[in-house]
């Protein structure tokens, strides 16, 4: 456990609790998971790119003023990966740190127009991320699956060519398993993405979109409406409006909730007023999950552990948010059941013990 993101709020046996749990995880992001020891070891491997090589300097380097250094971090390590080894390598690492934190298995968000764009070969890329996913795989015991998302900024050239890169039979990965789309809401409207998902869609994906992060809930009507969205990246502003919450609710249309990147990008003020606790209440299917983890400060275990203390959580209570990923996962039925087993088997040697 990283002592600085030990919440004094949350009891210590409970952070230990979480540091065991098997989980899922739904919403994270590839680039976004680089931690320093990864973007160290990417820093070390192309000199001249302007990005410390030493690991404790990173840590000064990845805490931000402000969103638009965020971001000019982010494009930095970006531009780190050039190589179809780089890709390997990124991928490979962030399994490492997910098994570390007891993931049995990750939909991890790629965006492959960010590596194609510069000029690194679609086939040689995707064959890094399959080689990656499967040795991962083998050696972790983490499984890895893809969601392929439109960087929105980057404007309809772009879903262009994600669909293409999702649904061209000679490229799409065995492990790509859904569609997204991230980026910044504001000024891109989330209906002009339709054509691109219906693709999606009929070549047997999964329909995942951010909504709802940095603008209002017809931002997640428009996903559900016009994208046909399975879940929900963020959906936080569907608090405020409560025939959406039903709707979600009804429908068993997960949310996939990342608090601290949420404070992070200011999409909420602070970890008080963050709405996880109206979805509950409404009855929505709750994930909890860590965005760009080392960019925010968090992990994915940290991220339990505010979900613990803003649903005034225990044992049995983490255990059950950690199977609401499961359920909400596109995973077969098996490979569900395997990890509810887990769970469960951990969390009663846990409880008999204590
Ligand atoms: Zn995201």
Same mark, same amino acid.
């Given at each position: 456990?990283?002592?600085?993101?030990?919440?004094?709020d949350?009891?210590?046996d409970?952070?230990?609790?979480?540091?065991? $749990?098997?989980?899922?995880?739904?919403?994270v992001?590839?680039?976004?998971?680089?931690?320093? +020891?990864?973007?160290?070891?990417? !820093? !070390? *491997?192309?000199p001249?790119?302007?990005?410390?090589?030493?690991?404790?300097?990173?840590?000064?380097?990845?805490?931000?003023?402000?969103?638009?250094?965020?971001?000019?971090?982010? #494009?930095?390590?970006?531009? $780190?990966?050039?190589?179809?080894e780089?890709? +390997?390598?990124?991928?490979?690492?962030?399994?490492?740190?997910?098994?570390? &934190?007891?993931?049995?298995?990750?939909? #991890?968000?790629?965006?492959?127009?960010?590596?194609?764009?510069?000029?690194?070969?679609?086939?040689?890329?995707?064959?890094?991320?399959?080689?990656?996913?499967?040795?991962?795989?083998?050696?972790?015991?983490?499984? #890895?699956?893809?969601?392929?998302?439109i960087?929105?900024? /980057?404007?309809?050239?772009?879903?262009?060519?994600?669909?293409?890169?999702?649904?061209?039979? *000679?490229?799409?990965?065995?492990?790509?398993?859904?569609?997204?789309?991230?980026?910044?809401?504001?000024?891109?409207?989330?209906? &002009?993405?339709?054509?691109?998902?219906? *693709?999606?869609?009929?070549?047997? $994906?999964?329909?995942?979109?951010?909504a709802?992060?940095?603008t209002?809930? &017809?931002?997640?009507?428009?996903?559900?409406?016009? $994208?046909?969205?399975?879940?929900?990246?963020h959906?936080?502003?569907?608090?405020?409006?409560?025939?959406?919450? /039903?709707?979600?609710?009804?429908? +068993?249309?997960?949310?996939?909730?990342?608090?601290?990147?949420?404070?992070?990008?200011?999409?909420?003020?602070?970890?008080?007023?963050?709405?996880?606790?109206?979805?509950? *209440?409404?009855?929505?299917?709750?994930?909890?999950?860590?965005?760009?983890?080392?960019?925010?400060?968090?992990?994915?275990?940290?991220?339990?552990?505010?979900?613990? +203390?803003?649903?005034?959580?225990?044992?049995?209570?983490? /255990?059950? #948010? !950690?199977?609401? /990923?499961?359920?909400?996962?596109?995973?077969?039925?098996?490979?569900k059941?395997?990890?509810?087993?887990?769970?469960?088997?951990?969390?009663?040697?846990?409880?008999?013990?204590?």
């Open positions: 456990m990283t002592e600085h993101l030990v919440d004094p949350v009891p210590r409970l952070h230990a609790f979480i540091a065991g $749990l098997p989980k899922a995880e739904l919403h992001h590839h680039v976004g998971s680089a931690s320093p +020891r990864i973007v160290s070891e990417l !820093a !070390a *491997r192309h001249d790119s302007m990005v410390p090589t030493d690991p404790e300097a990173l840590v000064d380097y990845f805490t931000f003023t402000d969103f638009a250094h965020f971001i000019q971090v982010y #494009l930095s390590v970006v531009d $780190l990966i050039r190589t179809p780089d890709v +390997r390598l990124l991928t490979y690492e962030v399994a490492r740190d997910m098994a570390r &934190q007891q993931v049995r298995y990750a939909e #991890l968000t790629i965006t492959p127009y960010s590596s194609t764009r510069r000029g690194i070969d679609e086939r040689a890329f995707m064959d890094a991320i399959e080689d990656a996913r499967k040795t991962a795989e083998a050696d972790f015991g983490t499984v #890895l699956r893809w969601c392929f998302d960087p929105g900024e /980057a404007g309809l050239e772009s879903a262009e060519e994600t669909a293409r890169l999702a649904t061209d039979d *000679r490229l799409r990965p065995e492990g790509l398993v859904s569609f997204g789309l991230g980026g910044p809401e504001i000024g891109v409207a989330r209906p &002009q993405f339709k054509p691109y998902f219906d *693709r999606a869609i009929a070549a047997g $994906l999964h329909s995942v979109p951010h709802g992060e940095t209002g809930p &017809q931002t997640v009507w428009d996903a559900l409406t016009h $994208l046909r969205a399975e879940r929900i990246g959906g936080t502003s569907s608090a405020q409006d409560p025939k959406l919450l /039903a709707h979600l609710a009804e429908r +068993r249309i997960p949310l996939e909730v990342c608090p601290t990147s949420n404070i992070a990008t200011r999409a909420v003020r602070t970890l008080d007023e963050h709405p996880i606790k109206e979805f509950t *209440r409404a009855g929505v299917l709750v994930t909890i999950n860590s965005d760009d983890p080392p960019m925010f400060g968090t992990d994915l275990n940290n991220e339990y552990a505010v979900a613990a +203390r803003l649903l005034g959580l225990d044992e049995r209570g983490l /255990a059950d #948010l !950690a199977k609401n /990923a499961v359920e909400a996962a596109f995973l077969d039925e098996p490979g059941a395997r990890i509810r087993d887990e769970i469960d088997t951990y969390t009663s040697s846990w409880l008999a013990a204590s």
